[in-house]
């Protein structure tokens, strides 16, 4: 995972990817492995991947990974204050991160969703959610995206499968993902 500034105003992640899958009541979301300082891989087997919020809550990263630990921390005490309700914790959170001096500075991007609903936060105050159940993030977030939204409208049932699927498309793709992908389910 690697983050660099293009422009004062903008920030390109340029190494993950992050895809979640929501098909009728199952969820999925999945990563990939690579971690990347520069130009070089320096590990290959990161999980990028956490269950929140008495484990009803899967969150993942793409950014550095220090801020990401400081957004997972941040998001769990917004999920215990709003009674694990994800749109208010992930409003919240996106609030604090934007107006915060220290956690602005911060340069990651999360995908976090549970049983009913999958959202993107993002430091500019962003909480996106998308129209078709299908979550990504990181540089080969496109590519998982397109991939997973052409198994769900080829009639996949499966999330699981459909995440694994479409990140090892991604990996296939993109130089900054690998194919050691790690999935967390919700039932």
Request: aromatic share 6%; with cysteine; net charge negative.
């Amino acid at each position: 995972m690697r983050v660099g500034p293009e422009s004062e105003d903008m920030v390109k992640i340029t190494g993950t990817t992050i895809l979640g899958v929501r098909i009728g009541n199952k969820a999925a979301l999945g990563g990939d492995g690579q971690v990347t300082m520069g130009e070089t891989v320096i590990k290959h087997n990161a999980n990028k991947i956490r269950r929140l919020g008495d484990d009803r809550i899967l969150a993942g990263f793409a950014g550095t990974t220090a801020d990401a630990f400081t957004l997972f921390e941040k998001f769990e005490e917004k999920l215990e204050k709003y009674s694990h309700n994800l749109a208010r914790a992930s409003v919240e959170l996106a609030k604090d991160w934007r107006s915060d001096r220290v956690l602005r500075r911060l340069e990651a991007l999360l995908a976090v969703m549970d049983a009913e609903s999958s959202f993107i936060v993002s430091g500019t105050g962003d909480v996106v959610e998308p129209e078709d159940n299908v979550v990504a993030i990181g540089s080969g977030g496109p590519y998982a995206l397109a991939a997973a939204r052409a198994f769900v409208r080829a009639g996949a049932t499966d999330p699981e499968s459909v995440v694994r699927d479409s990140i090892q498309i991604a990996g296939d793709i993109c130089v900054y993902t690998n194919t050691n992908i790690t999935v967390e389910t919700l039932d």
